[in-house]
């Protein structure tokens, strides 16, 4: 008795799904024919503005120019620019150390260089990062599964691609699956 009721439930459980999948359809498909026309254009009509009277002309002035005295102004006496070779110690502090300049300096500057951006800390290696990974076969199998498509059950996933060119993503789902998931969720 009891797998004739599981049958049924499922049957009942996937009709019940398949009608609202097909009512969603049908109810996308529908279009209300009452609706409005909104008209494309509008016509505003602007009443015409009163003119004006023409005014008389002003009396011809003859204006005197204005004196202001102007205030005495101390200019600030300008000190020269510092000599190039007091500057050369700020240049080479920013600049010297630079990567694609630290084959151009002295082995002294070299010295003083050390620890200062990327140098390496020995000139007979090379500076590479060292990982901090404990476990690298770990770390590359949860790398892989990252970038791996999601999984969900009772769904697969088909992509069309033509000449390199993504046209389509199509998402599948069972129903019959999604029902047994469904019906095994209730039964929990």
């Known amino acids: 008795m009891n797998v004739q ?30 609706r409005k026309l909104v008209p494309h254009e509008w016509i505003m009509l602007l009443p015409k503005l009163p003119t004006p009277s023409p005014k ?41 150390c630079a990567p694609e300049n630290f084959s151009n ?3 002294e500057d070299r010295e003083k260089c050390r620890g200062f951006g990327i ?20 770390h590359a199998a949860e790398l892989a599964a990252r970038k791996a498509p999601a999984r969900v059950d009772c769904t697969h996933m088909e ?7 993504v046209l389509d993503h199509k998402l599948f789902v069972d129903p019959l699956c999604a029902a047994g998931q469904i019906r095994r969720a209730i039964d929990r």
């Open 56 to 96: 008389k002309p002003a009396p011809h002035v003859k204006a005197r120019p204005l004196e202001v005295p102007l205030p005495a102004v101390d200019i600030p006496r300008v000190e020269p620019a510092p000599p190039a070779t007091a500057l050369k110690g700020l240049g080479s502090e920013l600049f010297g």
């Open 159 to 165: 992509t069309e691609v033509i000449d390199n060119i």
């Open 105 to 107: 300096l002295s082995p």
């Open 119 to 138: 140098s390496p800390a020995n000139s007979n290696t090379v500076a590479a990062l060292r990982s901090h990974v404990r476990d690298p076969g770990r």
């Open 5 to 34: 009721r599981d049958r049924v439930a499922g049957l009942s459980i996937a009709l019940l799904l398949q009608a609202a999948f097909i009512a969603l359809l049908i109810q996308s498909l529908h279009v209300n024919g009452t």
